[in-house]
């Protein structure tokens, strides 16, 4: 069902990425694999004792998490490919999180001015979202994704048994982001996820739907010059908060931060989209069936200004936001000033 053949998934795709080995293994000069702490504890394992056609890699391992999503951590990276003797024909494999999918990327994609990578997801927000769509980044200065390129792995691994050790919480929130998908584009997606979480041992179809979701999109849309743009329902506050919780270097997820962004945004949706009430309504008591917001109780909405105004889909200085016109459907670059934004905010939060 996934359209793009680069996309391994399912229950042969591990002998199909050995079988890639077998076919495509002698090119390179060295295969280097980055992975966090956890992934290397919990996915590592399973991974090296699956593929008989890859015998001899090197490994690069970083502090799990969003702050190892940084510029000075991938310089660091640079120095270390340098120090592994990677030329311009290494291989780079990414074995984790949206954070190593992200940030492996952008190392592959500028390390000599580019090496091959494959990306083999193992979060649930990875699988569905981060490992697709050659998005690569890191932040800097506080500001998310601030550095990065649009560069494509040769190919992604969606192996779901790597979910058996992924937390329940980072569960959840990589499954905000299939609720995004199904808000965007499909209805029936939204509405068999959104009543009641979905566990990790039935999720293989609904991820697939959401999988050939972005990736319809992005073929479409390569360089997001306008239908691309739909994805980031929800981001411009999502990002807004990650940012503003990044200086104060408190960690939160990307997953839960899309959750509260989807909330504000169908309320924003209401007031500027046309978004029935009776749909809004859905969401907002769906989202918040399935998420806690209490972080957010504390915050003043002023203190978010100044990052939206950050949002790359902002054009001449003017907040510009992806919004839905029904439950499937979102239209894009709606202008939005902060008095509305703060409004949507105090509807679904209450404090401003
Ligand atoms: N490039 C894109 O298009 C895109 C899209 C969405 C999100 N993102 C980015 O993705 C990042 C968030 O990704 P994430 O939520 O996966 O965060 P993450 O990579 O930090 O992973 C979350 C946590 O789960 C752990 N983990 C991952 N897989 C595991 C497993 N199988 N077993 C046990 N532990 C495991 C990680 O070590 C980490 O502690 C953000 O930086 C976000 O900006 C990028």
Redesign the pocket.
């Known amino acids: 069902m996934i359209s793009n053949p680069s996309i391994l998934f399912g229950l042969n795709a591990m002998e199909e990425l050995d079988q890639w080995f077998a076919k495509h293994g002698s090119r390179y000069s060295k295969v280097i694999a980055l992975v966090?702490?956890?992934?290397m504890e919990?996915?590592m394992p399973e991974f090296a004792g699956s593929l008989e056609n890859l015998t001899d890699f090197e490994l690069l391992e970083i502090e799990?998490?969003?702050s190892s999503?940084s510029s000075e951590i991938l310089f660091q990276l640079i120095s270390a490919l340098q120090e592994l003797g990677a030329d311009r024909s290494s291989l780079l494999i990414n074995l984790?999180?949206?954070?190593?999918?992200?940030l492996g990327?952008f190392l592959a994609s500028t390390y000599m001015r580019g090496i091959h990578f494959i990306n083999i997801?193992?979060?649930?927000?990875?699988m569905t979202?981060?490992a697709?769509?050659g998005?690569?980044?890191v932040?800097h200065n506080g500001i998310?994704?601030l550095m990065g390129s649009f560069t494509h792995p040769q190919c992604t691994l969606i192996w779901t048994d790597?979910?058996?050790?992924?937390?329940k919480k980072?569960y959840e929130?990589?499954y905000a982001?299939m609720l995004k998908h199904g808000l965007i584009s499909d209805r029936n997606l939204w509405n068999s996820l959104s009543q009641s979480w979905i566990n990790k041992e039935e999720i293989g179809p609904y991820l697939e739907k959401s999988i050939q979701i972005k990736t319809e999109i992005v073929e479409a849309d390569p360089h997001e010059l306008n239908e691309r743009k739909k994805l980031n329902f929800g981001h411009s506050t999502a990002h807004a908060i990650?940012s503003y919780f990044l200086l104060k270097e408190m960690e939160v997820?990307?997953?839960w931060a899309v959750a509260a962004g989807i909330l504000v945004e169908a309320e924003l949706s209401e007031m500027k989209s046309r978004l029935p009430f009776i749909e809004k309504d859905e969401i907002v008591s769906r989202i918040k069936a399935l998420y806690s917001f209490e972080l957010l109780k504390g915050l003043k909405v002023e203190d978010l200004h100044p990052h939206l105004l950050n949002d790359k889909k902002n054009r001449n200085h003017a907040l510009l936001f992806v919004l839905l016109s029904e439950i499937g459907k979102a239209v894009v670059n709606v202008p939005i000033d902060f008095t509305e934004f703060d409004l949507a905010w105090k509807k679904c939060f209450g404090n401003v």
């Open positions: 966090d702490e956890n992934t919990h996915c799990a998490g969003e999503k984790g999180g949206g954070v190593v999918c992200d990327g997801p193992t979060s649930l927000l990875a979202d981060a697709h769509g998005k690569t980044g932040d998310k994704n790597f979910l058996a050790t992924l937390p980072e929130n990589g982001e990650e997820s990307h997953g």
